[in-house]
């Protein structure tokens, strides 16, 4: 029998509760930077560098609890997240397919930053006071990994570039991991290898479409992928 | 019983011979038919040993055989059955007329492997978490089947269908995270607090506020992939962009495994928060799903985007009869996900005659079908009539008793549903029958019969006549040991 529900009984007050908040903090600010960028080079180093910030975050609750899985889980998202999947889009599309800058949204960059806002003060109402009890560090840190899910899915939507919308994939996937950590720091070890699996998997797989669709179109853009309709 | 469910789980992967350099379409469809026939007969062997039996678990309940996982899996071994015998003959003529280079042949081969082997164990995940991860790989290795033919189009439907449905299972993660945060007052390992066998039992101490939210979130992450609306959008791209069998694995096969997680979840929900707030959800989703379905339905263009349609229709069908629920809406819903699997399939495998035969997917380019391609028009016609719901098929069995569990919980919701299937039964037919009769203009080019061989013609073949035997079947009497297991496994969610 594993001790059940300890993290979720950690509060705000402790030194771990205080890192934690503070990196769930920087992961939405990165969030924000990325919907509020321009540059292809940038997303991915705004997404490279969430992804640091969130195997330290799993690097202080490990710590906290001593507990081996999560220092692998730690280790796995910076190796995968932090460096493979920042390397592998640079070379494989950034740089193979000559990507700078990004033209293809479907709203100004100053409407997007309004609209993530308030998707963030939603995620704060919706999901802090009804669900979690008060004075916990999940309940300062879940809402803030709920608004990071919806900007990434923001991102999706507002830029029409396939390589932007697949950064705007990987950051929701971020975004629930922060809140799968704090929410549920038992969470099964062999659930969360699964999902890196399907990750990495997942990565491959986009990464060939993208270039295929590139190559067919000259760019990959949403606008010009407009043979399916109805 | 657990060896019996990796007998119906890892057959399939006998597919996998494609890996080898040097294989040809014939080698590899032959090896994937026999493969996927050992999983159905393993299938019925579990589903006929299950009946007298308790659930069973293993692997610290990451294996799960109860009725309900049974049932499913007999459903999905079955459609793996006839896509895969649909896969040997079509691949084998695109290989033959070269609009499939050998490498995308035995890249074909090896992800149909994987998928159908991914599909069938997720029906045996008693573990949550690992159902997701089954899901999520079982709809990568699919998105490579949509987007085989590297062209344009194929490209765009799979970037749309791998990115959309990526993104909707990763909400469906999200509601994962929240049930097992729900579960923080049990007393259970942390494996067995995503175990729906436990969960199940304990969905009385279960924490209301956060299960809501799992519930909702699941809905929505896995109704992505069976397709319900506003979700669906990836879904007429994808099934009309695939090689036609694979199209059928789509419709017949993975929807009912995203609709198969939305029934694990309703079971806890409904335990522990009473009946109505899932019935509302899902029939809201169901109604507004079949009404979009029907709707699109009556546009008469890429024939086999109507038939997704039909099957986003027929998945708000589903829904709608979750949502009406008691043990005949359960029991009705179970059996429509059955026949639909087989007429859809069916369905879908005799487009694959259209498409190689006349060479285009447009409704407007086929006339006079019955006396050109005779075998083609001929089953066009009756799987259209078995999709519509027309009895003798097990279709219309199925939708009057999900109509009779309607009558019992709202009439006029049950004559909404009317309407909308009338609609559907409309937009169908209208095409089945244009495509069928009439007479060819002389400046369309005269159909090519599909499959020039006689392998390929019978191989073709015994998919659709055999699916369509058995839909007659079903629509005469249920089978007292399948009405068993549906019994059981109905009242496993009731």
Redesign the interface.
Known sequence: ??A??TL?QLSTSSVAGTLLSLGAVAILILAFSCLGSKLFTRYVTYYGAQSVVLSFVAAVVAYRFDSGELWALAALTLVVKGLAIPLVTRRLLLERLDLKRDVALSSGLSTSLIVGALLTAFAYLT?GA??LPHGLVATAVVPLS?AV?LLG?LT?VVRRH?VA??IG?LI??NG?FL??IT??A???F??EA??F??LV??VL??VV??S??TR??ASATATE?R??R? | MTALAWAVTLPPLLGLVAVHPRCTASAAGTALSIGAAASFASAVALGVYDIGHAPAQALEGFVYIDPLACFFALTVALVVLLASLGSAAYLRVEEENGALSSFQVRLYFVFFSVFSAGMLASMFAGNLGLLWVLIEASTLASAVLVGLDAKARALEAAWKYVIISSFGVTIALVATVFLFYAGSALHLGSNQRLTWYYLFAHAHALQPGALRIAFLLAVIGYGTKVGLVPMHTWLPDAHSEAPSPASAMLSAGLLNTGMYAIIRYDAIAHASLGASYPQDILLGFGFATMFVGVMFMLRRGNFKRQYAYSSIEHMGIVSIALGFGGVLGLFGALLQVLNHAIAKAVLFLTSGQFVLGYKTREISEVRGALGALPFAGGVLVLASLAVAGTPPFGVFLSELTIVRAGFEKSPVLAGVFLVFLAVGFIGLIGSALAMATGTAPSALPAPSEPYPSRTGRLLAGVPIVGGLGLLVVLGLFVPSGLGELLMHAAKVVA
């Open positions: 029998m594993v059940t529900s979720e999901i009804t669900v709920v899910v899915g999706m396939a919308q697949l994939w929701t996937e629930v809140g799968a929410l549920a038992t969470f099964p062999i659930v699964g999902v699996l399907d998997a997942a797989i986009m479409f993208v295929g669709i067919r179109l992928l043979e399916l109805g």
